[in-house]
């Protein structure tokens, strides 16, 4: 028996204009979690893609179960009992969670010719499910589940092929805490039979406790491989960085002045979303946003810029009452909004930079007002380029290309070019790692210093008291306090958190 289940040997591997991989390594033993852990843009999911058959690699090899081995594409890869979960879930909302599961692996029963076994496929799926602890039912569309449900769909999906190595892509990355404690569960079961788990997070809390070995890689390098035990998190970003880092968040010196935004009696037409809430922004504030899933505070923001309707309510802005109907009035009004699902709601993934840095303001780069003034949008998009690190090939790069906190930077770029005044910012660092966070705060911390007023909603803690200037709760779908000064504490703010209301 071979001491590993898996072994990827110098691989490397290239796209137009930026050598993504060059000579790296990674071992995966049975029966044990290996971190595999770098900045955004470090060739982490490259790397997996290459392992999933995504990506054909250029120079490497892959051994498995210590034999040579080609993986053609991903379907491939299953066959060879190699899973992947995905970071950006891709799901086919109109059809049932059985589909979904299943798809492209349909199990089939003959009459002459083939038809699709549904009787089979829904009693292994509710099998599945049931092993990560889910009782919805097989038929149900995926479509009416929660973006963490769906996270353990895709979890399910995994296991139910019988995969011996099995990626796992931020795979908390949308899941409540309780969620993450059923996943960790999952986790150590599969350890327990033997399989080889690749673990891709940027949450430091997580990795130490649940991984074996830590890999990390830095700018398509792999720079070492360690035991889980003998890292701590200054040595895990020292390695990741290249550089030591001493503080997580930035120095912050803006000043919150008059109010800017006074939202008061705002209720949902929905009558499970958000009620009766009302709070104010200053000019210069960071207002940051807590609560725990199902709290509305996505909700509500999109009321806010009109992407929700309301039933109540009244939104001043620099002392006058205006009137949201749908995006483009909060846009004409100064305020705009950097969406949750970065990939669903945010980029065009197929447009380049170009294109989704000017989409939003289109109309101030118009020519003789038919034609755009390609200089213009070329200028304002090297500008962000430089002033933002936007880490690219070219401005002609497709997007869905670049790495997470390089989109997250180009879509800040798209609303910068508006020049709002306020920006609502929902979970800017989501699936990002701890360089580009720092980068992200620095860009937030500015912005603030120039006068702009930023709500910044995120489901880390720590984030938001190392980031806020005062902080607003919400628990199901209501405003249950403020916190600021000396008050801002995680425990203060989870007893707010959860602090139901009718």
Known sequence: MPDYLIEMNGISKSFPGVKALDGVNLKLRPGAVHALMGENGAGKSTLMKCLFGIYSMDEGEILLNGQHTRILNPFDALKKGIAMVHQELQPIPERSIAENMFCGRYPYKNFGIKVVDHARMYQETAAALERIGLNFDPRRKLGELSVSQ????????????????????????????????????????????????????????????????????????????????????????????????????????????????TVADYTS????????????????????????????????????????????????????????????????????????????????????????????????YLKYLIMLDGKKINALVHDNIKKLNIKTPSEKTQIQSLSGGNQQKVIISRWLANDPDILIMDEPTRGIDVGAKYEIYTIIADLAKRGKSIIMISSEMQEIIGMADRVMVMCDGIITGFVENDDMTQEKIMELATRFEN
């Open 150 to 261: 769906m996270q353990l769909i895709e979890i399910g999906k995994a296991i139910s092929v019988g995969a011996k190595v099995i990626i796992m892509d931020e795979p908390t990355s949308s899941l409540t805490q309780a969620e993450v404690e059923t996943l960790f569960s999952i986790i150590n079961i599969l350890r327990n039979e033997g399989c080889a788990i690749v673990y891709i997070s940027h949450k430091m809390d997580e990795i130490l406790r649940i991984s074996d070995e830590v890999t990390i890689m830095r700018d398509g390098k792999y720079i070492g491989t360690w035991p889980a035990a003998e890292l701590t998190t200054d040595k895990i970003i020292t390695h990741m960085v290249g550089r030591q880092m001493t503080n997580l968040y930035p120095e912050r010196d803006n000043k919150p002045g008059e109010v800017v935004l």
């Open 269 to 364: 037409i929905h009558p499970k979303s958000f009620r009766n809430a009302g709070f104010t922004l200053r000019k210069g504030e960071i207002l940051g946003i807590c609560g725990l899933v199902g709290a509305q505070r996505t909700e509500l923001m999109e009321g806010i810029f009109g992407l929700r309707a309301s039933v109540s309510g009244t939104v001043n802005y620099q002392g006058k009452k205006i009137k949201i109907r749908r995006p483009k009035d909060a846009i004409d009004n100064g305020i705009a909004l950097l969406t949750e699902e970065r990939r669903a709601t945010g980029i065009f993934g197929v447009l380049s930079i170009s294109d989704n840095v000017a989409i939003a303001s289109l109309s101030k």
